[in-house]
């Protein structure tokens, strides 16, 4: 199964650090270079330009990831991936095997779905964990983005109603991988978060009607709630299994809107 640790040549970089040699060359050397085809692809998506990789790249010291040295002396980020992608190959058998890349970056998310050659790879940056508690609910959760975009492709202009539609699938695949876990913690909300997205729910249909959910007015991730709660209400109307589910077409699901009733 391709689950790709390239942080392990990341690894290799930081020891050539540390005997001295120069960042830049090292760099190119262990890590940019066997992987340039991967890693260029998220530079581009994610807007990073040689200059500025280049500036960040000069200003490392291996003891900026001593915590990331600790966690991966503890645990393997790649069986944790391996597991949870068994799970979600029951739930929905993949067309083909995703490639799955265990990286150290400077500029990505945590996790991610990036085009590479015109088809998506999934990645994970693993210098934004604290701990891999929540590595195994990404992993279900980019498989389920990995998914629609191997169906549908990547949209030429990925708007918020593409954007809210696939983050809801995403959190509700991630609930079927993960059933014990309360909606709260799928949505990565803090629980206070979490009520006041519950006592607020009126004014975040409202801001989703008119395309303004994603206002920075409004707490954190508090779209995801209503990105949830949507496609929760689009499943409930029956007829579709989850592999049908992920397939959704947004006018589909934003028919479920209060206001589109």
């Given at each position: 199964m391709p689950v790709f640790p390239i942080y392990r040549d990341f690894l290799r970089f930081l020891e050539a650090l540390s005997r001295g040699e120069s960042p830049w060359r090292a760099y190119q050397k262990y890590y940019a270079g066997p992987h340039g085809n991967f890693l260029r692809a998220c530079w581009k998506a994610f807007g990073i330009d040689e200059e500025a990789l280049r500036a960040r790249v000069e200003r490392i010291r291996r003891g900026d990831y001593g915590l990331l040295e600790g966690l991966l002396q503890v645990e393997a980020p790649?069986?944790?991936?391996?597991?949870?992608?068994?799970?979600?190959?029951?739930?929905?058998?993949?067309?083909?095997?995703?490639?799955v890349y265990l990286t150290v970056g400077f500029f990505s998310p945590d996790a991610f779905v990036v085009k590479v050659d015109d088809k998506p790879k999934i990645g994970f940056g693993l210098e934004r964990f604290q701990d891999f508690g929540l590595l195994g609910l990404l992993v279900a959760h980019e498989y389920a983005h990995w998914l629609r975009r191997m169906s549908l492709g990547f949209p030429d202009d990925e708007n918020w109603r593409e954007r809210l539609v696939s983050e809801g699938l995403a959190v509700l695949f991630s609930g079927q991988v993960f059933p014990e876990l309360p909606p709260y913690r799928l949505l990565r909300l803090p629980r206070a978060r979490w009520n006041w997205c519950l006592a607020n729910e009126p004014l975040l249909w409202k801001r989703t009607a008119s395309g303004t959910?994603?206002?920075?007015?409004?707490?954190?991730?508090?779209?995801?709630?209503?990105?949830?709660?949507?496609?929760?209400?689009?499943?409930a109307e029956g007829g579709?299994?989850?592999?049908?589910?992920?397939?959704?077409?947004?006018d589909e699901v934003l028919s479920r809107l209060p206001e589109g009733r």
């Open positions: 790649e069986e944790i991936a391996l597991l949870v992608l068994r799970r979600c190959f029951r739930l929905v058998p993949p067309p083909e095997e995703p490639e959910v994603f206002g920075e007015d409004l707490p954190p991730r508090a779209w995801t709630y209503v990105a949830y709660r949507l496609v929760q209400g689009f499943a579709r299994d989850i592999r049908g589910l992920l397939t959704s077409s947004p």
